[in-house]
């Protein structure tokens, strides 16, 4: 594992999970939330955020955590790993909730500084719909690559704890 993708629901943990691997194997974590997020929740134009990601994907090593459809394909192309943190919605929004409790005023240290977190309709439609609308294009895309790559589903926090202890292990 030198170049891992993770995705994700919100609230699934993949900044979390970035940051333990990271620790584990000693690599780069990437928080496309904190280079996409400018100040206020301002988007970056679509060109610009393209070329970020294409000079982050030429690194030696990486662990890149977010969804972000736009540059999804490159990601995984780029990948030797793919981590799919596939959480019941249940579990994603109550750590969204949780998590907007944590950081409220604030914002969370995987993020820009300047978008405090917060939690709106939106995003919990967002969260919500995750299975029935994001997943089913996710799965398609895991599916052209799981010959080239090691795709790896975690269903469970239980799941991501025996991965991880897995990974110090064999580290």
């Avoid at 990486?62 to 969804?67: E, K, L, P, S």
């Avoid at 030797?80 to 409220?104: E, S």
Wanted: charged share 30%; glycine share 6%; proline share 4%.
């Amino acid at each position: 594992m030198k170049k891992v993708v993770i995705i994700g629901s919100g609230g699934a943990g993949k900044s979390t999970l970035a940051k333990q691997l990271g620790e584990i194997l000693n690599i780069e974590v990437i928080h496309l939330d904190k280079l996409y997020w400018q100040a206020d929740w301002t988007k970056p134009p679509k060109d610009q955020w393209q070329k970020t990601v294409e000079e982050l994907l030429k690194t030696d090593s990486w662990i890149m955590d977010g969804n972000f459809g736009g540059t999804m394909e490159m990601r995984l192309e780029a990948c030797d790993t793919a981590i799919f943190l596939d959480f019941p919605r249940t579990v994603c929004l109550y750590r969204v909730l949780k998590r907007r409790l944590i950081y409220r005023n604030t914002n969370r240290p995987d993020m820009s500084e300047g978008c405090n977190e917060k939690i709106d309709l939106d995003m919990m439609q967002w969260v919500w719909t995750f299975p029935n609308r994001a997943k089913p294009e996710i799965e398609a895309r895991l599916r052209k690559i799981e010959n080239e790559k090691t795709i790896i589903r975690l269903k469970s926090p239980q799941e991501v704890e025996k991965f991880i202890s897995n990974v110090k292990q064999i580290k």
